[in-house]
């Protein structure tokens, strides 16, 4: 059994959560895309986390995790995060953590080049995290990056560096006019961080392609959501990896290896960090009061997000390209304070109405079309069943099945792992 967890909106979707919920019933769980520029949360018995780049599954003791060659992978921050853990309680071990010799190794002036753009766009920036995402993957296209393999060579690696370095201060020094970047701290750098990290590398990709064969139960884990996504998102306002599905198993080290079950997570309304359209935005008093109940910062900058209602046509176009087999309904409870529910039904573009979702210049000029729905004013953080929720809410559960084509099958009613209703 192979499974996709996936988000089908702008990412923040929660699916972080319901990896660490579902993980109990797979023995592995593999990130395929993305490096440090979103956050997982996760809350559980031993309480509150935040991953970054490790898989949501290294909460789970019986459970083998794995960083896929498919993500850009920051040192410094994966050793911090594995340090953080471990001071926890968490159990880390290159029995349970193992990452792919063939995942991009993101470094100091990809972030430094990520901040000089987005300081140079000004206005028009593009709302990066500044953490290197981009420039990283740049650079395996351009192929010139440095991949976690190189690590284990460290007699090549300053060799390799040195001529990487010479090209990157072209830009560095002779565009941008910055400080140069040192090789000797450059490297220093990698060695440093490096030395820690080697006893976690390995050839993920015979790894996984063998517990496929033995029938292993893998779940693969996405970062961010389908608008994110960078040929089918809302570009440039993209992330620059695949967040699909359809992505999962080349990313995750398995690319001949096809998905047997596609779960799509969506919030039981909108949000979304970053620039870019986002057309069923919400403002004054209505926004700040949803992103104050829904607890809306990011996980990994701790920007506030913009929210909205449920979005109808982007969520039908979520599912359209992901392919969900099933959806997981997440933060429901955070409605319980809602008279009238608002959700974007459609929208309005130079004047005609559309239940289309637009990926070009039409997005831009897009208007929200709203209707509000019936609120159930009930905290409903206590219900294991359907039958329990009030009419209003499985009302709104059924509209939404209706509206995008997918059934639910799990409701998310509180930040505790067992707070879920299973349909």
Not at 8 to 27: A, T
């Amino acid at each position: 059994m192979i499974s996709a967890i996936v988000g089908i909106n702008w990412g923040d979707e929660g699916k972080g959560r319901m990896v660490d919920l579902l993980s109990s019933g797979y023995d592995i769980v593999a990130r395929y895309q993305g490096g440090n520029n979103a956050g997982h949360t996760v809350v559980n018995e031993r309480g509150r986390f935040i991953l970054n780049l490790i898989p949501s599954g290294i909460l789970r003791e019986t459970t083998v995790n794995v960083m896929g060659c498919g993500m850009v992978i920051d040192l410094e921050h994966l050793k911090k995060e594995i340090d953080s853990l471990t001071e926890r309680g968490v159990r880390i071990t290159p029995d349970n953590l193992k990452i792919s010799d063939k995942a991009t190794i993101c470094l100091p002036y990809h972030k430094l080049l990520d901040i000089l753009e987005e300081d140079r766009l000004g206005d028009a920036k593009q709302g990066s995290t500044r953490r290197g995402i981009a420039p990283a993957y740049a650079d395996k296209y351009y192929r010139k990056a440095l991949r976690m393999g190189d690590l284990l060579t460290p007699d090549t690696l300053r060799a390799k560096l040195s001529v990487i370095v010479d090209w990157k201060n072209l830009t560095v020094a002779g565009g941008y006019g910055a400080d140069p970047i040192s090789l000797h701290e450059t490297l220093d750098w990698l060695l440093r961080y490096g030395k820690a990290i080697a006893p976690y590398i390995t050839d993920t990709e015979r790894y996984m392609d063998a517990a496929a064969a033995q029938g292993r139960k893998i779940l693969l884990e996405a970062q961010l959501g389908a608008l994110r996504d960078i040929d089918y998102g809302i570009y440039p306002y993209t992330t620059s990896s695949s967040a699909l599905a359809a992505y999962a198993p080349i990313g995750a080290g398995i690319p001949a290896r096809r998905l047997d079950d596609i779960i799509g997570i969506v919030k039981a309304y909108s949000s979304s960090v970053g620039g870019g359209p986002f057309t069923c935005e919400l403002f004054g008093e209505e926004g700040d009061a949803l992103r104050a109940a829904g607890n809306e910062y990011g996980a990994a900058t701790g920007r506030p997000r913009r929210v909205g209602g449920f979005d109808v046509p982007a969520t039908r176009y979520g599912v359209r390209v992901q392919g969900p087999t099933r959806l997981a309904l997440t933060k429901f409870d955070v409605l319980s304070y809602l008279e009238k529910i608002p959700v974007c039904v459609a929208y309005e573009i130079d004047g005609k109405q559309t239940d289309e979702f637009p990926t070009d210049d039409r997005l831009v000029r897009a208007k929200p079309v709203y209707e509000y729905r019936e609120g159930f004013r009930t905290d409903i953080s206590k219900y294991r069943k359907l039958a329990d929720l009030p009419a209003a809410a499985r009302e709104y559960v059924r509209f939404i099945e209706d509206a995008v084509g997918c059934p639910i099958r799990y409701i998310s009613v509180g930040a505790e792992r067992n707070d879920y209703i299973e349909l």
